[in-house]
């Protein structure tokens, strides 16, 4: 079914190396439709009665699930809407509509669709092996999307960490599927789980190396989703690649890997009963279930201590362990995620950190493991998903306005541009707005601008009505470059906002309700001490939003603007440079999804609902 | 009717939304025309619910409910108590409306919008029967007043109030949320009616009764968090400021009212003293602070935390006199306060473009007009017989008496020391010689002496005759006596 189309997809990738003239623009809309009807198809097949509560294919390499194809659904729209936002601008000069692309958007859609293909296969993997190699090919995908632009410097150079410490994790991941074939013999996950299931005592040593497997693969996982003490790369890449990778980068990947965590520590979490009985008969620990402050955890960590110095019981425990790691893990994301992102003056940087926070949220969720806490977590991430797409979306839209506005004033009077002059323009608004660039990057950029107005003077010339350009665009790097954005884009820098208030999770925005959902089922289950630090790292990191809304909303001194280029800059920023609608679209209907969710939100709730008490076997 | 209340705003708003905001002045009288006709709309409807309104119940009135939501139970209603905080946003809106008509000239459809919704919002908050929505509506006006101190602020540390506003007011309020969670889990609802009539155990009363008491004590604001507050109003426009004097700080006394009172009755009686003593610190603290203040704003904005003080102490008193003395100067402190504002931010500001005391001196010789109301709703701020907040004041010290005569008389003093520093204010604002910084000032123009009168009306008439209101509270307020 999936497979199939996915298959189709493959072909179609073959498509640029058929006929390689094809437009780019082009290329990206086919790929992003194609997206579509996989959602689409997706989604029919949820309603298919053999499903049931998962169905086993390909000799048990794969399974299909609802929750599966729900979230393979999600992913691929999720992948149709970006790819529909590939950059374009629509620029008017003199009655000409030239629509402006990105060159590497061919290369782009391909890579994603490899990508996405990966993301989809991993969360229905039902063995270790299919696990690994769907993961792989997940993150090749992404290695070589984050190094794709291969001019700037600072996305190889992101490419490359990204690459080498995503190559690391895999390792782990790799040891972690040794370990547990060579302790049990099998990779199939549905084995492993009936063989956790009727061991007891007697067995331990199969345990142990079954947990120390998972463990291994947790971490790699972790590792993969920028969670806490394993996130260092994560700032680092997203601020290196260029915006429209980074949207891919930070939704994208995470979901499939999450449902896969989820997945896992469902299926080990049932069987968790057993293994708390075990330990309440050795006498150490009375009640696993509250591991709810740090003190329940050091405790807990000391008794695996004894339990190890002793050999009694020889249990490093399967569930137990995994809780404490997503638990841990989970708080110094909360932590870290909000305290760093209080000293980032760059937007993706600041954004990497915000996903981290938030990341911590979706684990406490997941170590929880109830089946409210599952429905919170499957309502967050697709809340997440949406107000994170939202902010890149937006951020893509004012880079294309405000760093073109720079360009335009150049094209539109191409008659006469001295170069230099043009350069010295781009360089005092820079200073203007208080900006170091490094110089390479600078330079990158004056040489990008030049290739770009030959090839506008050349279609002018050719007077055609509708222009396709190809050029790189520059992205917005700091915060501040967003400065007095309300006074002329409102309507923008209202939505993005209102997603950042979202993030920072007020009331009656789709944010809150993730969050509540997540403390209501902490609290329910005893957490107290998570709780009440995730409210104050909420507190904290609102401050950071706020730093951006207030940055949005304080007036740049007209004053400054006008030394710069007299009122032509003001000019083409508000009627030249328009963002396509399909973009624009996008963005008003997942504002206003984040904004009135609260009036109607059973839809969305009654399905996370079903989801997880589909997994719960109800 | 409520859903009429708390749509028409939204229907105002949606008409201006589409509205193009040009330079003509023809469109921008449109538009505040539209605005202003919407929120008197929704005054009158509010009126006319006051006459329907029986007050012979403690039930909830004219209850409407949309069963959409699955995680929490929507319904609104109003009782005795809700029924006064809710006709005071309806009449506090256009007043802010009209307080700000002349001189917002950019963005104002973001301005006209934002205090339209602003409205619909408070106005749900305090008829909203669900703890959830409470607290969803509660702090939901935050990002947008955040947005207007930002955009129509004065001064250029706007940006350092607005965030201490904003993050004191959500750090203190998701304890409330862990609170209601908690709550929740408890009972399985967040329903008022639903709530009230369970028992929860004095221990666990404690805890959730902290976590709320955080939430209100930093939205009153009390003692150690009141930082917030005089810079919020003195940086925020004026419409802002009369907006969280009138209506947003009454949010922290209805919930006291709503949750404290009613839904956590023994651990408000375990922690009266302690909430007394706080009361008690903040209004000396507030009242000595207020005196010194050199900008006119921030000196009303600290006498309000003075007054905020006394309504909290008549709040806990348990007793008839004390609570209704509470609900009245809530509502006085809804009149005079704002009229203050409009006095030095809104008529001294715009003529002089300063709030520094030193700079202002001599306005009667200019102004006799402003100044003779100027100096009556300083008398009412201190607490003059005849004006609604003397009752106020007097019914909450008799009540803090009956149960603590030490807290009374130090709660007393606050009355002397509202006086010193209102009389002291206007003192030097009026008389002695003309400063010589000031220019030839025109005395109030048709515009302030509409909104400065339509305050001053309904705080005589009701200090004259308070049993208008005191009749609709009688029941609902004797519900919230705790007894051992």
């Known amino acids: ?618 | 009717m409520l859903t009429l209340l708390i749509i028409i705003p939204l229907i105002g708003s949606l008409i201006i939304l589409p509205m193009a905001e040009t330079e003509s002045l023809q469109s921008k009288n449109q538009m505040k025309q539209i605005a202003l006709t919407t929120s008197l709309i929704n005054f009158f409807i509010s009126l006319f619910l006051w006459y329907e309104f029986d007050s012979t119940t403690t039930q909830f009135q004219f209850v409407s409910e949309f069963n959409q939501l699955n995680f929490c139970h929507l319904n609104f209603g109003v009782d005795g108590i809700s029924l006064y905080f809710l006709l005071l946003t309806t009449f506090v809106t256009p007043i802010a409306l009209l307080s700000n008509y002349t001189n917002i000239t950019t963005n104002l459809k973001f301005f006209l919008i934002s205090f339209l919704v602003l409205e619909t919002l408070q106005i749900c908050a305090f008829v909203s029967l669900d703890l959830l929505l409470f607290y969803i509506f509660f702090e939901s006006v935050l990002p947008i007043l955040f947005i207007v101190i930002l955009l129509f602020g004065h001064g250029t540390d706007r940006f350092r109030s607005a965030l201490l506003f904003f993050l004191y007011t959500l750090a203190g309020s998701l304890p409330m949320l862990l609170s209601i969670l908690v709550i929740y889990s408890y009972i399985g609802s967040t329903d008022f009616q639903l709530i009230s009539l369970y028992d929860i155990s004095l221990e666990s009363q404690k805890l959730l009764w902290l976590g709320f008491f955080i939430a209100f004590a930093v939205k009153t604001p009390l003692y150690p968090f009141i930082i917030w507050l005089p810079k919020a109003h003195s940086d925020s426009p004026l419409a802002g400021s009369i907006l969280l004097a009138g209506t947003i700080l009454k949010l922290a006394t209805y919930g006291y009212i709503r949750v404290l009172i009613n839904i956590l009755p023994d651990a408000t009686n375990y922690f009266s003293p302690l909430i007394q003593t706080i009361a008690i610190i903040s209004l000396i603290y507030a009242s000595f602070s207020t005196i010194i203040q050199q900008d006119t704003k921030r000196l009303i904005a600290y006498s309000s935390v003075a007054h905020m003080a006394v309504v909290v102490l008549g709040l806990f008193s348990n007793n008839l006199p004390g609570i209704e003395g509470a609900i009245l100067l809530g509502i006085a402190h809804g009149f005079v306060s704002p009229a203050l504002f409009i006095c030095v931010g809104g008529v001294i500001y715009d003529r002089t473009g300063t709030r520094v005391i030193n700079y202002i001196r001599g306005l009667v010789t200019y102004m006799p007009v402003f100044t003779i109301l100027f100096f009556l709703f300083t008398l009412c701020n201190t607490g003059i017989p005849l004006s609604l907040n003397f009752l106020g004041e007097q019914l909450s010290l008799i009540g803090i008496w009956q149960t603590n005569p030490i807290i009374a008389s130090l709660g007393a003093t606050g009355i002397i020391l509202s006086a010193c520093y209102s009389i002291f204010l206007y003192n030097r604002l009026s008389y002695g010689n003309l400063s010589p910084y000031l220019p030839p000032l025109k005395d109030i123009n048709r515009r302030e002496y509409f909104l400065l009168i339509s305050l001053l009306i309904p705080t005589t008439i009701f200090g004259i005759f308070p049993n208008v209101i005191l009749n609709t509270l009688h029941t609902s307020t004797t519900a919230l006596l705790y007894y051992n």
Not at chain 1, 492 to 508: E, Q, R, T
Not at chain 1, 598 to 604: A, C, E, M, S
Request: glycine share 6%; aromatic share 10%.
């Open chain 1, 1 to 618: 079914m999936v497979f199939i189309t996915l298959l189709t997809l493959i072909s179609a990738k073959a498509l640029p190396v058929l006929n390689t003239n094809i437009s780019s623009l082009h290329f990206s809309r086919i790929s992003s439709i194609s997206f579509i009807y996989i959602a689409y198809i997706s989604f029919n097949s949820i309603y298919l009665s053999c499903i049931g509560k998962g169905l086993g294919i390909y000799s048990g390499l794969f399974q299909i699930t609802q929750l599966g194809q729900v979230i393979e659904m999600f992913i691929f729209l999720i992948g149709g809407l970006i790819l529909m936002s590939w950059p374009q601008i629509k620029q008017t000069l003199d009655n000409i509509n030239i629509l402006i692309t990105d060159k590497y958007s061919k290369d782009y859609s391909i890579i994603v669709l490899f990508s996405s293909l990966g993301s989809s296969l991993l969360i229905s993997s039902l063995d270790l092996i299919s696990i690994y190699l769907s993961i792989e090919l997940q993150s090749f995908g992404l290695y070589i999307l984050a190094s794709l632009y291969r001019n700037s410097e600072s996305a190889t150079n992101a490419g490359l960490k990204y690459f080498l410490l995503g190559g690391l994790s895999s390792c782990i991941i790799l040891l972690g599927t040794g370990l547990i074939y060579s302790y049990t013999g099998t990779t199939n996950l549905e084995s492993l789980y009936i063989l956790n299931s009727i061991s007891d005592i007697n067995q331990q040593y199969i345990l142990q190396g079954l947990s120390i497997g998972l463990i291994l693969i947790f971490i790699g996982f972790l590792f993969k989703i920028a969670a806490a003490p394993l996130h260092n790369w994560s700032p680092d890449v997203y601020d290196g690649v260029p915006t429209i990778v980074t949207i891919w980068l930070t939704i994208v990947p995470k979901i499939a890997i999450l449902i896969l965590l989820l997945e896992l520590q469902v299926q080990l979490g049932i069987i968790g009963g057993l293994k708390t009985i075990i330990i309440n008969n050795t006498g150490y620990i009375s009640t696993i279930e509250n591991i709810g402050s740090i003190k329940d955890i050091l405790l807990l960590l000391e008794n695996f201590k004894i339990n190890i110095n002793l050999n009694i019981n020889n249990s490093l425990l399967g569930l137990p362990v995994l809780k404490t790691l997503i638990i841990i893990s989970s708080i110094l994301s909360l932590i870290i995620g909000s305290l760093l992102g209080l000293a980032q003056i760059k937007i993706k940087r600041l954004l990497a950190y915000s996903t981290i926070s938030h990341i911590g949220f979706i684990l406490l969720a997941l170590a929880i493991n109830t089946e409210q806490s599952i429905e919170s977590f499957i309502f967050y991430i697709l809340q997440y998903t949406f107000t994170n797409l939202n902010i890149f979306l937006i951020i893509l839209g004012l880079t294309y306005i405000i760093n073109n506005s720079i360009i335009s004033p150049l094209t539109s009077l191409a008659s006469n541009p001295p170069l230099s002059q043009d350069c010295s323009s781009v360089g005092t608004r820079e200073k203007k707005n208080n900006i170091k660039i490094e110089n390479l990057n600078d330079n990158s950029i004056i040489t990008s601008y030049n290739n770009n107005e030959a090839l506008v003077r050349d279609f002018t010339l050719e007077n055609k009505r509708v222009n396709f350009e190809e050029k790189i665009i520059k992205d917005i790097n700091y915060i501040s470059e967003f400065k007095g954005l309300f006074f002329s884009n409102p309507f923008l820098s209202l939505s993005l906002a209102a997603s950042l208030f979202s993030m920072a999770g007020i009331p009656p925005l789709i944010g809150f309700f993730s969050k509540q959902f997540v403390l209501y089922s902490a609290l329910q289950n005893g957490y107290y001490f998570i709780s009440i630090l995730g409210i104050i790292v909420s507190v904290i990191s609102a401050s950071y939003y706020l730093k951006i809304i207030k940055i949005l909303f304080t007036e740049s001194t007209e004053s400054e603007l006008n030394s710069v280029s007299p009122q032509e800059e003001n000019l083409n920023k508000s009627e030249n440079i328009i963002i396509t609608n399909t973009h624009s679209y996008l963005i008003s209907i997942l504002t206003l999804f984040i904004l009135l969710f609260f009036i109607k939100p059973t839809i969305i709730l009654n399905s996370t609902q079903l989801l997880s008490l589909s997994l719960f076997f109800v």
